[in-house]
Every structure is written in structure tokens, then in C-alpha cells.
């Protein structure tokens, strides 16, 4: 087991009506707000009204900034960064999902930056400074909620980079699983992918001694695939979407990750996809995370026969290690196809004729990965793997 330290300082209220308090968690962070959000589904759905109502009867000042797409641009963070400035905002309300929260966080951390924000997406700039952010979550997925972590788009060069702070970790998120109950089914199946995908980049480490966080990790895996059918027969399950949207926050919420040294080569090779093609997050690692396997599992054959026996249920053969392995991998595939997820380049609908270039973005600034270290030609199999 790895050093490590751990200390997670979001604070997460959890269930049925929690947003309708919201300002009182903001007291004593913020008194000018910046309601960030997403499309028209927080106000179809009666959310925004809420919201609102919250922060009004507790006196605290707001402006909006709605449009956040999935993949968040860039443009709309420079947006939002001098609605800010001019405002004098001094917290940030994220209501959404993962994109939401992500471009809050790089409006936060823009704010007070005198130079370009995406210097900070580019590692030419370390986050010293950020507005605090709150949450509340309208979609169990990328656990953007409670982790240091921003993903953004830059549309020029279809560029998706990351950044990394403890700076930019929420001061609070709401959970309440009644908020999913609207959610179209694509995006319950594209939470679920990228909460298990989450997963699976702590899972498969080359650390020895890990035994404790692989039972965490397993169990959360069990979580997922067992509440994920039950949700896409009965979309108002409370128990059952209840268990997917705790999974997804603690999933990425840094637990499940100490004391062991996490892959995440499927992030940046996905990355690559969305960025390019504008597809969902979790749909492509539901098509990239399979390939990976295919291509790496020799690397360690042990930990994959550990994850089909204690994840899938396959049977051990200690004296066939290798064809339980990749039993294990035809069952994650196999779960992905039964409950609508692609697994293909094809059913995301990419061409093969930019393989090459997604490969030489994919490495740019080095190999990716660290279960084995990936470079160009390495990443360019696993498309080819996916297609």
C-alpha cells in the first residue's frame, strides 16, 4: 500500500428535499451569488423555482448563468468568469450535473485569475486562489460533486483537458434521488458507465496490499450493476436510485482510491472522443474501457481474474487464469450491451479516418496510463480494439 492522505472536506446533505434549503448552506459563504445550470430541465421540472425561492427568502443577491452544454466549453466559463467579475460574486450554485459543476469550478478559479483560465486546464498555471462552490446534483454520474476535479472543452483545437485542485472541491452538495426520477434513460446509462468507469481506473492498479480499497471498489461495482436494470424498468425507484447516486459521489470522492496508484489511461483516451465528436462522457468510456482490458490485461492476468471472480461471479480456475480474466471482460461487455450502452466506435458513430490523430492528442503531453504505460501506438490499438 502507497503513503496517502485523505481528507474530503465536502459536506453532503442527502435526501427527499434537501435543495429546498440550499441558502441555508450558503450563509457565511457567499452573499452574491451566480446560479449556474444547464438547459430547461431544472425549470420544466419546477427545481429552479426552488432554488430561487431558497435563496430569496434568506436575502441573498443572485445572477444567472444558464446554457452549460454536456462537454463544457470554454467560452461560456470566459461567460461566466465576467458576469462574476461585474457581479462581485463571491459563491457559485452549481444545479446539474457533472458539466455543470465542472464549469463552475473553472469559473471559480478564472475569477480571481488575472491570466487565461485555460492555463490552468494546460498545467501553466497552479490553482492558488477560487470562489467557493456549492452543488446540488441532478444527475448520478461523474462525481464531480465532491472530488478536486474540473473537465473542459475548448472548442478551438477540440481540445478536453483536465485540472486538479483541492481549491476547486464543493463546500457542500445536495443529493436528493428524486431529482433523477425525470432523467431521459440515456443519461441514467451514461451516469452509471462513468461511475463505474470511476471505479474500475481505481480498480486496476499494479499496487500490492490493497485488499480493503478492492473490496470497497467491488462492492460499489456490485452496487451498480445490480440498481442500474431496477432503475431503467422502474425510473422512480427511490432505493434503488438512491444506491446509484451515493455510489457515483463516493466513487469519486478520493476514498476509494488510497494507499493504491490508479490507471485512468481510459479517461484521457475518451477524452479524445468527446472532445472531438462531441459524444457523451460515460457512452464512450462504455466503448474505450472494454477495449483497454482487451489490450492490457496481460499486464497483471491475476487482478483480472480477481475482478470477473468477486465483481462478475465468474468461477475460479487457478489453473486457467488467463480464460477467466477474459471471461470477466466478455461479461462487463456483455453487461453493456443488455442494458442499452454502446460498446462500439461505430454505435457512437465515429469514423475510423481520425484514429491516428485522437492518438497522437491522446500522448501529446507524454504516455497515459499507469496499470501500462501507454504511448501513441498503444493508444491507436485500443481504438482499433474499439471499433
Known amino acids: 500500500m502507497e503513503n496517502f492522505v485523505f481528507q474530503n472536506t465536502t459536506k453532503i446533505v442527502f435526501g427527499k428535499g434537501t435543495e429546498n434549503h440550499v441558502a441555508n448552506e450558503i450563509k457565511g459563504l457567499g452573499k452574491n451569488v451566480l446560479l449556474h445550470y444547464g438547459g430547461g430541465s431544472i425549470k420544466k421540472y419546477g427545481l429552479y423555482d426552488r432554488i430561487v425561492a431558497s435563496l430569496k427568502e434568506a436575502g441573498l443577491n443572485f445572477v444567472e448563468l444558464g446554457g452549460v452544454q454536456p462537454n463544457p466549453r470554454l467560452s461560456l466559463v470566459y461567460k461566466g468568469i465576467e458576469l462574476c467579475r461585474e457581479n462581485k460574486i463571491d459563491f457559485i450554485l452549481a444545479v446539474g450535473g457533472g458539466s455543470v459543476i465542472d464549469s463552475a469550478k473553472a469559473i471559480a478559479i478564472g475569477v480571481p485569475y488575472q491570466g487565461d483560465v485555460w492555463d490552468f486546464y494546460t498545467g501553466k498555471a497552479q490553482v492558488e486562489e477560487a470562489l467557493p462552490i456549492g452543488v446540488v446534483l441532478t444527475i448520478a454520474a461523474a462525481g464531480s460533486e465532491s472530488s478536486p476535479g474540473s473537465v473542459i472543452t475548448k472548442e478551438e483545437g477540440e481540445l478536453k483537458r483536465d485540472c486538479l485542485s483541492d481549491l476547486i472541491r464543493p463546500k457542500f452538495a ?56 431496477i432503475v431503467l424498468k422502474d425510473p422512480q425507484n427511490y432505493g434503488a436510485r438512491a444506491q446509484i447516486m451515493w455510489a457515483g459521489t463516493v466513487a469519486h470522492g478520493d476514498l476509494l482510491g488510497t494507499g493504491r496508484i490508479g490507471d485512468w489511461a481510459s479517461h484521457n483516451i475518451e477524452h479524445e472522443l468527446s472532445g472531438i465528436y462531441d459524444v457523451a462522457h460515460g457512452a464512450g468510456l462504455a466503448v474505450i474501457f472494454p477495449a483497454w482490458m482487451k489490450y492490457v490485461y496481460k499486464e ?52 475510423e479516418d481520425k484514429l ?32
Not at 487482478?303 to 471482460?329: C, K, P, S, T
Not at 485522437?358 to 481504438?383: H, Q, S, W
Open 174 to 229: 445536495i443529493l436528493n434521488p428524486e431529482l433523477t426520477y425525470t432523467l431521459p434513460e440515456e443519461q441514467t446509462l451514461y451516469g452509471a458507465a462513468d461511475i463505474m468507469a470511476h471505479l474500475m481506473e481505481r480498480y486496476f492498479t499494479q499496487t500490492k496490499d490493497v485488499d480493503f480499497t478492492d473490496r470497497l471498489l467491488e462492492g460499489a461495482l456490485k452496487t451498480i450493476i445490480k440498481n442500474l436494470p
Open 356 to 387: 491516428e490523430l485522437m492518438a497522437e492528442k491522446c500522448t501529446e503531453r507524454g504516455p497515459v496510463g499507469n496499470f501500462k504505460k501507454l504511448f501513441k501506438e498503444d493508444v491507436l490499438k485500443i481504438y482499433r480494439l474499439a471499433i
Open 300 to 351: 497483471n492476468i491475476a487482478r483480472f481474474a480477481q475482478f470477473a471472480v468477486r465483481v462478475w461471479d465468474v468461477e475460479a480456475d487457478f489453473n486457467n487464469l488467463e480464460e477467466v480474466a477474459l471471461e470477466g471482460i466478455r461479461r462487463i461487455e456483455n453487461f453493456f450491451k443488455s442494458v442499452g450502452l454502446p460498446v462500439t466506435l461505430g454505435e457512437l458513430g465515429i469514423p
